[in-house]
């Protein structure tokens, strides 16, 4: 799995346009929101639940929490609110009608704390978001005022998905027990990887000349032209996958379907060079659907369901995981 024939022609990755690097200045990194990206490899795992659920559960801890979907074109967080015809989206700030991200925040009226950025619709002007747009949209994210951002991040490989997944401080990737959703996981860590290596190079001469516009489907291939090219190409390759720890959701799980988690790690820590940990597992349960049909996430609809008391876990874990970021960026 680790040659470019492991993944079809159609997710090969090139340079093009990527995001730049997030970095911090030391003055601003105790302020500064911590982001947290939700993606998966394909659609229909359940990724908007899993956004929707776990800021809830964080407001609920006391956080100041924003939900921010970044689903170009499928946009469907709100409805899991009951917004279902909200007064302004993502839209208005991609167009400029409205100048700020908080002019297009909505509070959630049924928790304190909570706020809700609805994103786009399927228009050819979303779908096809320019590099400058999407640059600024980065840059308001990154001033807005709360504890936590949670980005709910379209499915699939395409460059938005990829790029907003790369944006975050912690990326979760979620995924279901089917075979093909896990195999889908696979291939979309390991274009995040791809991309988040190459993203480190593209300021960089003569290694931007050497990258640009070339296809890559391996870490392989990027650390053998680095090194190549520049010395000390490759340990800024390996750096760049060494600060790349993507934690993994298993949604809908049930004693009758189990994922193979440590072959799973041990096949990206192989070709990908990326450590891959388990942050949780949420059970299939029908509290969840009865839920949805309510326009309220079941850590409220149904706040004793298994699901909801799974919900409540990963998110203890999760604020775990921002309280010790913290705590290390301060020192």
Not at 2 to 26: F, M, Q, W, Y
Not at 252 to 266: D, E, F, G, M
Request: hydrophobic share 40%; aromatic share 4%; glycine share 8%.
């Amino acid at each position: 799995m680790g040659t470019k024939d492991a993944l079809p022609k159609a997710l090969i990755v090139s340079v093009g346009v990527t995001c730049e690097p997030i970095h911090r200045t030391n003055s601003r990194r105790d302020t500064m929101a911590t982001i947290i990206s939700v993606a998966s490899g394909k659609g229909g795992v359940g990724k908007s639940i899993v956004s929707g659920n776990l800021g809830l559960v964080l407001a609920k801890m006391g956080k100041r929490v924003v939900l921010v979907d970044l689903d170009v074109g499928g946009a469907d967080l709100h409805i899991l609110f009951g917004l279902l015809y909200p007064s302004t989206t993502l839209s208005d700030f991609l167009t400029r009608r409205i100048d700020t991200l908080e002019g297009v925040t909505h509070s959630i009226s049924t928790q304190h704390g909570l706020r809700l950025i609805p994103g786009t619709g399927d228009t050819l002007a979303t779908a096809n978001m320019s590099y400058a747009k999407k640059k600024r949209l980065i840059r308001h994210l990154r001033e807005m005022e709360a504890d936590v951002l949670i980005v709910d991040v379209g499915a699939g490989t395409s460059y938005h998905a990829l790029d907003f997944f790369l944006l975050a401080d912690r990326h979760i990737a979620v995924a279901t027990p089917d075979p093909t959703s896990v195999l889908d996981l696979y291939r979309f860590v390991k274009l995040a990887a791809i991309r988040r290596v190459l993203s480190h190079f593209l300021s960089r001469d003569p290694m931007n000349a050497a990258l640009a516009e070339r296809d890559f489907s391996s870490i392989e291939e990027i650390l053998t032209v680095s090194g190549n090219t520049d010395e000390a190409g490759q340990e800024i390759a390996r750096q760049a996958l060494a600060a790349f720890h993507p934690l993994l959701l298993l949604n809908r799980t049930s004693s009758r379907s189990k994922v193979n988690t440590l072959q799973l790690q041990k096949l990206l820590r192989q070709y990908v060079g990326g450590e891959l940990t388990l942050l949780g597992e949420i059970p299939e349960d029908p509290a969840v659907e009865r839920s949805v049909r309510t326009y309220l996430p079941v850590v409220e609809a149904a706040p004793n369901s298994p699901a909801a008391h799974a919900f409540s876990h990963v998110g203890e874990i999760l604020l775990q995981h921002i309280t010790t970021e913290k705590t290390q960026e301060v020192a």
